[in-house]
């Protein structure tokens, strides 16, 4: 199978972004990581078809502007969380408040697709077949744990929020974790996939495969957010307490220790996504597959 157009399209979206950046461009400089996530998406997605015949893109169409809806929407709450929490805030962002509200919508449309297009490319590069864990001959444990992992997921993001935002800074861990706890079981219940029913079963691959594409993903991230800021476009910054830095190392802007909570975000978006697409019918409807192969 060819090299895809869109694939081409992608790869150079990405070299001129990189030039025109050099070169001071303003509006480049402004919208860097949204435009740089498109390229990437549109590329990997394309090395992801050249290689196993078939895509997200390529093949799920019908679901992709669902994919960007629930991929803001889902963001948007952890913003919600960060009016509270105070973990970020962005600079150099246009006044204009239309302007930056398209930005916004941009920016956060390419999470889910970023993350996901980068789970196919680990697992077609890194992962050929299984990696395996101690089985569990507890048939009825998927059951049992039900409740009590769905209790323990709403007071991870509960609690955050109800304390006062000092405290709370110090918590943000729980969101990035709870939200695995709380739809892993609903979803399992849905008859979706569940990514803790294979850990159960001694079946680590895809577990393996979404915890090293977020951080690779935190990677990227913070990356071109380091370039945005150099080149004096828009970026955000961290304000994580300082107890909990590491000798005041950063990758980029972000703290070493925030690297890793990439790895667990992506498991959310992974169950968060599932859940909705099922709940809206989604494979029925959309005539979509699971984020699984």
Known sequence: MRFSLYGWLGLLIMLASELLLLVGNQFVATWFTPIMWTGYILFVDAIVLRVRGSSRLSSNPREIPFLLLISVGVWLLFEAYNLHLKNWLYLGLPIEPFQRD????????TIMPGVFVTIDLVQITLFKGRVKLNRSNRRNEERRMGIPLV??????????????????AYLFGL?????????????????????????????????????LAGLLCGFIWESWNFQALNASGAYWV??????????????????????????????????????IRRVFGGDNRMGSRSLFH
């Open 151 to 168: 209790t323990l997921g709403l007071i991870m993001v509960i609690l955050p929020i109800l304390l006062p935002g000092q405290i709370a």
């Open 238 to 275: 961290y304000t994580i307490p300082e107890a909990l830095q590491i000798f005041g190392w950063k990758y980029g802007m972000m703290p070493v220790l925030g690297l890793l909570g990439f790895a667990p975000f992506a498991w959310e978006l992974v169950v968060m996504y599932e859940f």
């Open 175 to 211: 969101i990035w974790l709870g939200y695995i706890f709380l739809f892993e079981p609903l979803n399992q219940r849905l008859g979706v996939r569940s990514l803790l029913d294979e850990l159960r079963r001694g079946e680590a691959r895809n577990v393996v495969v979404i915890l």
């Open 102 to 109: 398209i930005g916004f919508f941009w920016s956060f449309a």
